[in-house]
């Protein structure tokens, strides 16, 4: 039988997607004698001139982590995309644009504004701002076009299957590339390497019946360290959040932390922040319209926390600019 | 004039860029080190609760989010006014110490030991972690492999994960350790100490006994005479958790010894249109360019410059191995290939210090946190990265909502020398119009890596070499020439 042809690559992620396959130790080693490695930049050293030789289809499976977030980014998606058979979204970037898919509440300006013009540090008097193109006293300097909002891959190319998670948990990992090896995947478009449940169903915090008449910020309380979070008032996107990080989950019992939903949706939900305003709405102790809206406005940030990993694939509209991205 | 592109993952999936000029002579008349990333952490970090920011940041950077989570945790106390309990600070330091050793062991071993333990001229083929585990023996590889993995599982029995951890909150930490973790980690550590004793052994072997190796350390072509930068403690010396900032200038002179919170009296970020990474320079010294010397404000901060400014260590046999490679190498260390051996230095630093918390048995006390009750304000937060100074400040509004974040990364602090660096290399290999092919992509890679750069850790190749392309173009910008790492 030839070998699987594996392709690994990284766009706008942090690099963490490329540590978790590589946590996997024995199983790196085992990858190189099951399957041919055509790109993994951080490992190898293939070249992706070698890729755009290949014919379309050439390659089996590409796992691709981190967001779509310049020109360099989209190429490389969409050059992926036509030389790969099946093209796995790799971790939170990839499937919902992550963390970084939070600056979609801001426009591009606003970015470079606040970089290159107001930050405390900056000495910049004469307003210089990176371009793609620059002319320097001895030639010519580009780098890739910063777009005006991050996307996540599914937004550019079509996905054949999402490998949640910031980072992808390591047994998962081992999970899924067996699968891919023994080609025992389900339909096109599902979620591979996670659970079929939701957080809180693997959560070993006991749950009382949750009713909610305040709303503390972690740092507010000292707070019990078995109890449920939100029966103690603190959020925690366990009702909405697919489970699979961990059994138990390493944010809300092995880190003693509420979840933030890295994960992603849970399953059949299609919108994390939605799916977690109407867990919401079903605990808050009260019937009085006036004492819901103050109990509702004691929640931080509930943009940034409902859509943690996943605003930039939410049904959200993204901050726009003039310019087009 | 003819332009050299090297990309160091490949021209365009590239994180990080350089661009050799040669003028009419046929020698080099300019270098240009490019970093096409840009992610915007600063501006997202507005609107989010302060408290939440130490589990957003650590995505800046997958291999290293340890560091930036404590400088993050220091910035959101700092922001809160809170005070954590004793305890809670080992804690953090401890973890910390552990995050130095997993840092410290990958970077020696898979990125400088094969330049080193197989030489710079072997075929680039087997210069790599699978060549250095053939040349020293299998055992050792897994040595490597088990005391690295000690970093990470030391990291996840503390704080709950060893990857993007979500462990400090404003006034302490989410949770503590029990007797039998610590004693777990006790027995890990002294294994760590052992291990760093192997690795000193290995670089005085390999290295410190083949008089080329250093001859090339010595050599002028990774000589620069810049101002250096880290962190000390009370007694001066070396600390990567907590302590001033010192700054010495390119004689080791100490010309500004100062708190996290003072730090916008003494570091300002120059722009260029041709890199979205911002390059920092000393305020009072000025920005003159990409220039070494007294006059110009380029600082250092990694390994080698973290010795240059601390008058030692502060653990016996890392004091031991400093007191050696100060007699070697004379004070301040300019020689850009040192933090090799400043790195394994640090390597035994962190591992005797990671024991020496281990041991104490306070640390099992489980009132790890403290709510904070003053106004939220603004505050900084400064550790020292494997890869340089870090620094996180936040300002807030009065319910704590960030207003302002700046971040000044490890790596960032270096980005200035990483060109100087890499133009110097250049400049001896290329001599009119005659490029050096192997030995150009050699000596770039070699002064590229001693800073272990991080660019989202986008720079890293774990075998032990950047996949290099270098193109040469005429005049007119037609391709002339492509070389290529076989």
Known sequence: ?325 | MKKISIDPITRLEGHGKIEIFLNDAGDVENVYFQVPELRGFEKFCVGRPVEELPRIVTRICGVCPGAHHMASGKAVDAVYHADPPEVTKKLREMFYSAHYVHSHIAHFYALAAPDFVLGPDADPAVRNILGVVDKVGLAVGGEVIKHRGYGQEIQKIISGRSSQVVWTLPGGVSKGITEEERAQIEVMAKSCVEFSKFTLQLFDDVVLKNKAYVDLILSEPYQMKTYYMGMVDQNDKVNFYDGKIKVVDPEGKEVAKYMASEYLDYIAEHVEPWSYLKFPYLKKVGWKGFVDGKESGVYRAVPAPRLNVASGMATPLAQEAYEKYITTLGKPVHATLANHWARVIELMYASERLLELAQDKSTTDPSVRIVPTATPTEGVGVVEAPRGTLYHHYTTDKNGFVEKANLIVGTTNNHAPISMSIKKAAMGLIKKGQVVSQGLLNMVEMAFRAYDPCFSCATHSLPGQMPMEVFIYDVNRKLVERLERA
């Open chain 1, 1 to 325: 039988m030839a070998k699987l042809k594996l392709a690994i690559y990284w766009a706008a992620g942090c690099g963490g997607c490329d540590v978790a396959i590589l946590d996997t130790k024995e199983k790196v080693l085992e990858i190189g004698q099951i399957a041919d490695i055509v790109l993994w930049p951080i490992a190898t050293d293939h070249k992706y001139e070698e890729i755009e030789k290949m014919a379309d289809g050439a390659i089996d499976v590409c796992l691709f982590n981190g967001g779509v977030r310049n020109s360099e980014n989209e190429h490389l998606a969409r050059l992926l995309r036509a030389k790969s058979k099946i093209l796995v979204a790799f971790g939170a970037c990839a499937h919902l644009g992550g963390i970084p898919g939070l600056v979609n509440l801001f426009t591009k300006e606003e970015v470079f504004n606040c970089v290159f013009r107001e930050s405390q540090s900056i000495d910049n008097p004469n307003e210089v701002f990176p371009k793609p193109q620059s002319s320097v006293p001895e030639g010519e300097l580009s780098i890739p076009e910063f777009y005006n909002t991050l996307l996540p891959l599914k937004a550019v190319v079509d996905v054949d299957y999402y490998l949640p998670g910031c980072s992808p948990a390591v047994p998962q990992v081992v999970a899924a590339i067996d699968a891919i090896v023994k080609g025992d995947l389900p339909p096109k478009g599902a979620v591979i390497g996670a659970s079929e449940k939701t957080l809180c169903d693997e959560c070993t915090r006991p749950k009382e019946d949750r009713k909610i008449k305040k709303f503390y910020r972690p740092h507010e309380i000292i707070f019990d360290n078995k109890q449920c979070f939100l029966d103690q008032g603190i959020i925690c996107l366990g009702p909405a959040t697919r489970a699979g990080c961990g059994n138990p989950p390493r944010c809300t019992v092995l880190s003693n932390m509420p979840c933030r939903g890295c994960y992603g949706p849970a399953p059949k939900v299609h919108d994390q922040g939605a799916k977690f305003l109407s867990a919401l709405a079903s605990v808050i102790d009260s019937n009085d319209p006036a004492e819901i809206n103050s109990i509702i406005a004691q929640i931080a940030d509930p943009v940034g926390t409902f859509y943690r990993f996943g605003l930039a694939a939410s049904y959200l509209r993204w901050k726009r600019s003039n310019e087009k991205n």
